[in-house]
């Protein structure tokens, strides 16, 4: 598994993003798939989850109700669309993957990682 993130960029507060992560065009069908962020001088955190039946999501308090996590009808990419952004969303948005059955938050559940793409939150 290679994950590879993008859409990342800079972006005003107020305004929106979609971040993109794939497989290398493989397939991502039996992992739960996650994003988590690191700020600077934080550490990193969870942001959301989708689980690789696709029915379950969660999310972190700090992006509930303006984040989906959703992925397309080939499950090579999932994707991370946050509204709404603030300066505070500013960080390094790692996706993740984890063959495991159940969902979860913690980040030593997922073994597999990307390199990360740069948010900027500009106010």
């Known amino acids: 598994v290679q994950l590879v993130e993008s859409g990342g960029g800079l972006v005003q507060a107020g305004g929106s993003l979609r971040l993109s992560c794939t497989n290398s065009?493989?397939?991502?069908?039996?992992?739960?798939m996650a994003w988590f962020r690191q700020g600077p001088g934080k550490a990193r955190e969870f942001v959301a989850v989708?689980?690789?039946?696709?029915?379950?999501?969660r999310f972190a308090d700090s992006v509930k109700g303006r984040s989906t996590i959703s992925r397309d009808s080939a499950r090579t990419t999932v994707y991370l669309e946050m509204n709404s952004l603030k300066p505070e969303d500013t960080a390094v948005y790692y996706c993740?993957?984890?063959?495991?059955?159940?969902?979860?938050?913690?980040?030593?559940?997922?073994?597999?990682w990307g390199q990360g793409t740069q948010v900027t939150v500009s106010s």
């Open positions: 989708l689980s690789w039946t696709g029915r379950d999501t």
């Open positions: 065009g493989r397939t991502l069908s039996h992992y739960n």
């Open positions: 993740a993957a984890d063959i495991g059955h159940e969902v979860s938050e913690g980040e030593s559940e997922y073994e597999y």
